[in-house]
């Protein structure tokens, strides 16, 4: 089935193509003829390609035909706008070459100038794991959140009881997990890291490392969020903070601004991730207090600042972590595992999964995802297919995940057990 979506953008149309279609034509080309229009690719999944036909003159409005290879794609009658074609139904891991060609008069004009774009590859779930373990879980011990910055090197954070004392921090340098705390005692709930001399841990407030010494932002009744409990950002100059009472915090490099976030809820996650059409950075967050019935929510921030609700978010389950890269899927976890279409514009469980409550989705692609929550739940997405995994040790529940190419750590929520998977 040959299927069109157009969606005005002031600038820009939106079209899906199937690539089970293959309509042929019968090309004349006289000599040098103008060229009507150019393509660049926007983005690629294991079975999608974005293409941005870009219009050389908006005066000139002679048809456009788009190839694949030998198969037509799209065929325009006239365009004057740069136009975003998205050819889905390709395989994984395959080569194909796309052209543009000018037609007048139903006669191709214009020579084919190739693009040649190859899909994603699907990846691999063959994790071979092994099992660490931090402090004593008699003593409580908590897990929150994991960033990996290389195999041997990982941070960890949360609230770690040992028969010494407790900690907040755990690293990982290869051989051994060395115990820290940071600035204090009281339990860290997320980390963000950017380099060595560039990382973001936070409890009640931002805490920031400059690679010799933590600083404390010990932020305004107005702008204290109160817990936070995510943060994400694209440097240290565009931060966001989220947490309890509905509070999202921006921080420029200089000033903590709060944003007006529209709810007294609580804001568990925040993820981002540039738009392959508009180029834009598109933010959400994940709303929901959780162990009651009150709203649940996605909301967006907007580049100017301001927060509205998103993707239409009906259903009745607690919103808890949000992944998305580019033009993928939008998953969401929480009292279930689901994800956001742009073409229907609905939400529908994650298939092939049982339903269980998910904490946090990592991934390095869209073709490559990660997702943990209770009951030891693991389940990995190879670019066509979500896979339920095993592990070697199991715990109550699994609160946090990172993955950095083939090699991913996850986190015990209520045991001290952490996982490192290698590929």
């Avoid at 042929?24 to 000599?31: A, E, F, G, K």
């Avoid at 999608?48 to 219009?55: F, G």
């Avoid at 954070?157 to 005692?185: C, F, M, P």
Wanted: glycine share 8%; hydrophobic share 35%.
């Amino acid at each position: 089935m040959l299927r069109s979506l157009f969606r005005p953008l002031s600038w820009t149309i939106l079209l899906i193509i199937y690539a089970g279609f293959t309509l042929t034509s019968c090309p004349t080309q006289p000599t040098n003829p103008p060229e009507s229009a150019t393509l660049s690719l926007e983005y690629t999944t294991c079975t999608e390609a974005w293409l941005r036909v870009s219009v050389l003159d908006s005066t000139d409005h002679a048809g456009l035909r788009v190839y694949r290879d030998d198969s037509l794609v799209v065929n325009y009658p006239g365009v004057s706008a740069d136009t975003v074609v998205i050819d889905t139904g390709l395989k994984p891991n395959t080569s194909y070459n796309y052209s543009t060609v000018r037609v007048t008069n139903g006669h191709e004009e214009s020579p084919r100038d190739l693009l040649p774009i190859t899909t994603l590859p699907l990846t691999t779930n063959n994790f071979i794991w092994t099992a660490d373990t931090l402090g004593n879980w008699q003593y409580s011990t908590v897990l929150n959140d994991v960033a990996i910055i290389d195999q041997d090197n990982i941070w960890a954070v949360g609230d770690i009881a040992t028969d010494s004392g407790r900690y907040n921090l755990a690293k990982w340098n290869g051989e051994q997990w060395r115990l820290e705390h940071v600035l204090g005692y009281a339990s860290l709930r997320s980390i963000q890291y950017f380099s060595a001399n560039d990382v973001w841990a936070n409890s009640s407030y931002p805490q920031h490392w400059d690679g010799k010494k933590w600083t404390l932002y010990r932020l305004d009744q107005s702008t204290r969020p109160g817990v936070i409990q995510a943060c994400w950002g694209t440097s240290s100059s565009n931060m966001y903070f989220v947490g309890n009472s509905g509070t999202i915090v921006h921080y420029d490099g200089t000033t903590f601004d709060r944003l007006e976030s529209g709810t007294t809820e609580t804001i568990n996650d925040i993820w981002g991730s540039r738009n392959p059409v508009t180029g834009e950075l598109t933010i959400y967050c994940a709303v929901t207090t959780l162990y009651t019935n009150n709203e649940r929510r996605i909301v967006q921030i907007h580049p100017e600042g301001t927060v509205t609700d998103a993707l239409q978010y009906r259903l009745n389950h607690s919103a808890m972590t949000i992944w998305f890269d580019g033009g993928s899927p939008v998953y969401l976890g929480g009292g279930g595992f689901f994800q956001y279409s742009w073409w229907t514009k609905h939400w529908q469980p994650v298939p092939d999964l049982p339903e269980y409550f998910v904490w946090d989705i990592a991934g390095n692609a869209s073709n490559d995802i990660l997702a943990v929550g209770a009951y030891g739940f693991l389940a990995h997405f190879n670019g066509t297919k979500w896979t339920q995994l095993s592990t070697i040790q199991s715990a109550p529940s699994f609160r946090a995940v990172d993955i950095q190419d083939d090699f991913a750590v996850i986190l015990g929520r209520t045991a001290n057990v952490i996982l490192r998977g290698n590929r």
